[in-house]
C-alpha cells in the first residue's frame, strides 16, 4: 500500500464518520415508518425511492453545513497544515478601512486582488501603533476554513454555495478584504490569503475549475477557489477533486446496503 492509498483510506474514513450513513438512514426509516411519507409518491415509485430521496435530502443539508469544512480542514492536517473550523478572527477595522472598501459599490469599480490587499495592508501599517490595542469580533469576522501552512502563511477561506447570486459576490468579496484588515490590525506583515470557495463547478465538466465566471465582474478571479483549487489549495496541491469523488464513489455500495438493509423493516 502506497502512502497515497493510506491518506486516501484516512480521508475516506472521516468522511464516512461524518455522513454518519447507518444512522442517518435509520431516522429515515423511522421517520416514514411513523407516517412522514407522500402517500401517492410512495405508492408510485415505491419505499426505496423514498427512502433513498429523503437520506439524499439530509445528505445534501451535511454538504452546505459542515461537510465541505470537515473535510478541508482534516485535508489540511493531514498534508501538514494547522487547521480550524469556524474560526472567529479579532482585530480593528479602522474608519480609513471603510472608506476604502465602500469603493467596492462605485459603479466604475474593477477588482483588483492584489492591488487591494496591499492597499489594505498599506492602511494598516501607517495605523498599526493607533490601532493595534483594539481588538473588536465583527459580524463577519467567523472564518469557515483558518489555515496555517509551516512557513507560516494563513490561508482564510469562506465556502459558499455554487451559484451565489451578484449580491452575494460583492458580499463575499468584501468580506474577504475585512479579514485582511482585521489580520493586518494586529501584524500587517504576515502573509495572507483570504478567499471565498465553492466546492465544484457547476458551469463546466470535472475536474475542469478555470471557466467559471458568474457575476465576475464583481471579483478578481484570484478572490475565489473553484473546485479542484480548493482541494488542492488545502493540501499543498495533493489531493485532488478527482481523489475525493472517488472516495465517495467508494461510499455508494456502502449506502445502497444500509438502504437495503432498512428496507427489509418497513
Known amino acids: 500500500m502506497t502512502i497515497s492509498d493510506e491518506i486516501k483510506m484516512e480521508i475516506s474514513k472521516k468522511i464516512k464518520n461524518c455522513l454518519k450513513l447507518k444512522a442517518r438512514i435509520q431516522e429515515k426509516k423511522l421517520d416514514i415508518q411513523k407516517g412522514d411519507k407522500h402517500p401517492f409518491l410512495q405508492n408510485l415509485c415505491g419505499y426505496e425511492f423514498l427512502l433513498t430521496t429523503k437520506v439524499g435530502q439530509s445528505l445534501q443539508t451535511t454538504f452546505g453545513q459542515s461537510l465541505y469544512e470537515t473535510i478541508c480542514c482534516d485535508l489540511a492536517i ?16 479602522d474608519d480609513e478601512i471603510v472608506l476604502y472598501l465602500n469603493k467596492l459599490e462605485d459603479i466604475e ?12 495592508r498599506d492602511i494598516c501599517k501607517s495605523k498599526f501603533f493607533e490601532n493595534k ?21 494563513k490561508i482564510l477561506i469562506d465556502i459558499t454555495t455554487v451559484k451565489n447570486n451578484k449580491k452575494s459576490f460583492r458580499a463575499l ?44 465582474q464583481y471579483y478578481d478571479r484570484a478572490d475565489i477557489l473553484v473546485g479542484d483549487e480548493l482541494w488542492k489549495k488545502v493540501s499543498n496541491d495533493k ?28
Open 133 to 153: 490595542d483594539k481588538i473588536f469580533e465583527y459580524p463577519d469576522s467567523t472564518v469557515d476554513v483558518f489555515m496555517e501552512k509551516k512557513d507560516g502563511t
Open 78 to 93: 493531514t498534508f501538514g497544515n494547522s487547521c480550524e473550523k469556524q474560526k472567529k478572527i479579532y482585530g480593528y477595522i
Open 173 to 216: 468579496k468584501r468580506k474577504t478584504l475585512e479579514w485582511s484588515a482585521i489580520m493586518f490590525s494586529q501584524n500587517p506583515e504576515i502573509d495572507l490569503e483570504p478567499f471565498f470557495a465553492i466546492p465544484y463547478n457547476p458551469e463546466s465538466p470535472i475536474p475542469d475549475s478555470i471557466k467559471y465566471t458568474r457575476w465576475n
Open 239 to 266: 489531493f485532488s477533486i478527482i481523489d475525493l469523488i472517488k472516495i465517495f464513489q467508494s461510499l455508494e455500495k456502502t449506502l445502497k446496503e444500509e438502504i437495503s438493509s432498512a428496507l427489509n423493516d418497513i
Open 109 to 120: 469599480y474593477v477588482p483588483n486582488r492584489e492591488r487591494e490587499i496591499q492597499e489594505i
